[in-house]
């Protein structure tokens, strides 16, 4: 999109990820889209304190998903899948169907 209606193009990779993925982590979010990791933090930090995401400490990782008491959350998760829709199939296919689940183990490559 050339322009966002989530403040910048950082902040709306940011919610299209955590849309797709379920949650996600600033170094995961920074390195799909090659972007520093201290942008993505600076806009999860900003998301957060919005109350449109939350934090849970996982490990070392912090973990965000998009915050379930949020008043228009259904809205919010529409608004971020209808946007998902829209992405051409290279954008989709490289940045929001990586594989998330780990492989068997002695399985080949």
Do not use: C, D
Not at 23 to 45: L, R, Y
Not at 94 to 101: A, G, L, S, T
Request: charged share 30%; hydrophobic share 35%.
């Amino acid at each position: 999109m050339s322009f966002s209606i989530y403040g910048n193009n950082v902040a709306e990779k940011t919610l299209l990820y955590i849309a797709n993925y379920g949650e996600g982590h600033i170094n995961g979010i920074a390195k799909t889209f090659e972007i520093a990791p201290s942008q993505v933090e600076k806009q999860v930090n900003r998301l957060e304190e919005a109350g449109i995401l939350v934090s849970t400490t996982r490990g070392n990782a912090r973990m965000f998903t998009i915050n379930p008491r949020l008043g228009y959350k259904v809205e919010l998760a529409a608004l971020l899948e209808k946007q998902l829709n829209l992405l051409s199939k290279e954008e989709l296919q490289k940045f929001y169907r990586k594989r998330m689940r780990p492989r068997r183990k002695g399985k080949k490559l």
